[in-house]
């Protein structure tokens, strides 16, 4: 069982930066995608970006030349550095650990963008 724990979410203006964290238990962390999703109240879930296994990386249009993706495999982490935020940037931002035939979540941390 692989657990996935968020860390550094919080308040922030707009404009301003937070860097969010996602640490993974286990030692199969370097073999598989990482994706970061957030999701709004009374929205749905929706993909931010994702970092391969090699360090390739895809993001949404609302993020691209704001959000970066970014992994550490010695510590079992991703990275999620999101700058120039928007209040619209609001929401819970969760990690999620996917392969062919396994997927995890974490618990989620909440990022508050204030205009």
């Known amino acids: 069982q692989v657990q996935l724990v968020e860390s550094g979410g919080g308040l922030v203006q707009a404009g301003g930066s937070l860097r969010l964290s996602c640490a993974a238990s286990?030692?199969?962390?370097?073999?598989?995608?990482m994706g970061w999703y957030r999701q709004a109240p009374g929205k749905q879930r929706e993909l931010v970006g994702t970092?391969?296994?090699?360090?390739?990386?895809n993001y949404a249009d609302s993020v691209k030349g704001r959000f970066a993706i970014s992994r550490d495999n010695a510590k079992n982490t991703v990275y999620l550095q999101m700058n120039s935020l928007k209040p619209e940037d609001t929401g819970v931002y969760y990690c999620?650990?996917?392969?062919?035939?396994?997927?995890?979540w974490g618990q989620g941390t909440q990022v508050t963008v204030s205009s």
């Open positions: 999620k650990m996917s392969g062919q035939i396994i997927v995890y």
């Open positions: 286990g030692s199969i962390f370097r073999s598989y995608t």
């Open positions: 970092i391969g296994s090699a360090g390739d990386t």
